[in-house]
C-alpha cells in the first residue's frame, strides 16, 4: 500500500506563493496528482505528474500560477503555487496510482487514483 505525506500548506495573502510537498513511499512508475476540494463542492484536478517521463497537467483554472514537478528520486512530488488568490483556498490533496503501462495516462479526475494522502490547508486572503 502506497502512502503519501503532504506538506507545505498555510495561510497566505493574496498575490503571494507556497509551495506543497508529497512525498510518496515509492519509486515505480506513478501518475501522481494534486487535487483540491472545498467544502461542498467536487473535488478538483489541479495538476498531474508522470513519474516515468516528468509529462505534466494543469488545469487551465490554475495555469500561468502552479507548477507541478519532482524530484530526482521522483519520489516526491511539488504544487509550486505563485500569485494565489482567495478561490485558491482549499484542502489540497496528494494521490498517486501505478503507471507502468505503455497506455497509462495521467488524468485529473479523482476515480483514477488509489492512494490518497491526508490533505494540506491552503488559505489565501
Known amino acids: 500500500h502506497v502512502q503519501l505525506v503532504e506538506s507545505g500548506g498555510g495561510s497566505v495573502q493574496a498575490g503571494g506563493s507556497l509551495r506543497l510537498s508529497c512525498v510518496v513511499s515509492s519509486d515505480s512508475s506513478r501518475c501522481t496528482a494534486w487535487f483540491r476540494q472545498v467544502p461542498g463542492k467536487e473535488r478538483e484536478g489541479v495538476a498531474t505528474i508522470r513519474s516515468g517521463n516528468g509529462r505534466t497537467y494543469v488545469a487551465e483554472s490554475v495555469k500561468g500560477r502552479f507548477t507541478i514537478s519532482q524530484d530526482r528520486s521522483k519520489t516526491t512530488v511539488y504544487l509550486e503555487m505563485n500569485n494565489l488568490k482567495p478561490e485558491d483556498t482549499a484542502m489540497y490533496y496528494c494521490?498517486?496510482?501505478?503507471?507502468?503501462?505503455?497506455?497509462?495516462?495521467?488524468?485529473?479526475?479523482?476515480?483514477?487514483?488509489?492512494?490518497w494522502g491526508q490533505g494540506t490547508q491552503v488559505t489565501v486572503s
Open positions: 494521490a498517486t496510482r501505478d503507471c507502468s503501462t505503455a497506455y497509462c495516462h495521467c488524468g485529473a479526475e479523482s476515480q483514477l487514483y488509489s492512494s
